[in-house]
């Protein structure tokens, strides 16, 4: 499949992908978007089941992006309940 052609036909160059992967419940637990954006981006540097691991406690302390996005690095990185 060449994702990088000419055209910018989306959806006839995913179906594909998409047809494959239908009904495939996906490795990391998540409930809402906000979630799923957070736990794919963290398990590019580490494990799905590690991340599922540590995310009710992080998304216990934040629970949307507003609180992440107001938080700061050591509230986030600091905090052995999340990376142990």
């Known amino acids: 499949m060449d994702l990088f052609g000419e055209t910018n ?4 160059k995913l179906t594909p992908i998409l ?9 990391l ?15 590019a540097l580490d494990s799905d089941a590690n991340i599922n691991s540590i995310s009710p406690a992080l998304f216990q ?5 507003e609180r992440l996005a107001t938080s700061n690095l050591e509230a986030l990185f600091q905090s052995p309940k999340f990376w142990n």
């Open 19 to 27: 047809e494959k992967y239908n009904g495939t419940k996906h490795p």
């Open 9 to 12: 036909d989306w959806a006839t």
């Open 29 to 43: 637990y998540y409930q809402n978007l906000f979630q799923l954006v957070v736990m794919v981006v963290l398990s």
């Open 61 to 65: 302390t934040f629970p949307n992006m």
